[in-house]
């Protein structure tokens, strides 16, 4: 199998961050997929019929959360890599793609889009409100951070294992985290909701309170039957503490 040498991946990658500059209503984030394929499609297929019919396998409709895109742009890499080895056809590539994205998409939406972004907001108002301007800096840039190496490490084992990796991808679980961190995101919102709106409580109120929201918080993560019962409970007690009743 053909590999690819590292300045091929790196300009790979880097254009993985133009994924959206192109987005259309036809193709959604195709044109920036294909952008970032190119460079590696160029360095496996010298022919200029095979390059032309590659190009087009990425042309088609593309959408997916932008965070995953290091790890399938790596992934489609490894697969074009056994298609010039003869260890796949075409018509794989296309069938895998489309299901991969799709699936990658509605993960990507729930726990990062609707989990770890609003969190990672949440957090920094938290720390602007308590004056602790040191900290939201260094919350927001080291988060930044982490995200980059996230994003390079995702894209290694995309190039390295393919497809091989969504299997340990979904030991991950991470529809279910997303749904905790939802949770702890709803707290970090009722302390704001109160740094806003200060209550006078005495010592014991406040424990018990945070106890009974703590314990409300768990069992709506944990719980499919009767979570929605466990949410307004979650919300009456916190409207309790607020308003001090």
Not at 46 to 54: H, T, W
Not at 94 to 122: C, E, N
Not at 134 to 158: E, R, T
Request: net charge positive; hydrophobic share 55%.
């Amino acid at each position: 199998m053909a590999s690819l040498r590292w300045p091929t991946l790196l300009r790979c990658f880097l254009r993985t961050y133009l994924v959206g500059a192109n987005f259309n209503p036809r193709g959604l984030q195709n044109m920036g997929l294909a952008y970032a394929m190119d460079p590696g499609l160029r360095a496996l297929y010298e022919n200029g019929r095979m390059l032309r019919r590659a190009r087009k396998r990425y042309l088609h409709h593309y959408n997916t959360h932008p965070w995953w895109t290091p790890l399938l742009v790596g992934c489609f890499l490894h697969l074009e890599q056994r298609l010039e080895a003869g260890g796949l056809t075409p018509q794989n590539i296309i069938s895998i793609r489309q299901t991969v994205t799709y699936t990658l998409s509605a993960i990507g939406d729930s726990f990062f889009g609707g989990s770890l972004l609003v969190g990672w907001a949440l957090g920094a108002v938290v720390f602007l409100m308590q004056g602790m301007y040191a900290a939201a800096v260094l919350w927001l840039a080291g988060s930044l951070i982490l995200l980059q190496v996230f994003k390079i490490w995702l894209f290694g084992v995309g190039v390295s294992q393919g497809m091989g990796f969504l299997q340990r991808l979904k030991r991950w679980n991470l529809i279910n985290w997303g749904r905790r961190v939802k949770i702890g995101n709803a707290l970090l919102a009722l302390g704001i909701v109160w740094q806003v709106f200060p209550v006078a409580l005495p010592e014991w109120a406040i424990v018990l309170w945070a106890g009974m929201l703590t314990v409300l918080a768990g069992l709506a993560a944990r719980s499919r039957v009767w979570r929605e019962i466990w949410i307004i409970g979650l919300c009456v007690v916190a409207l309790v503490g607020m308003l001090g009743v």
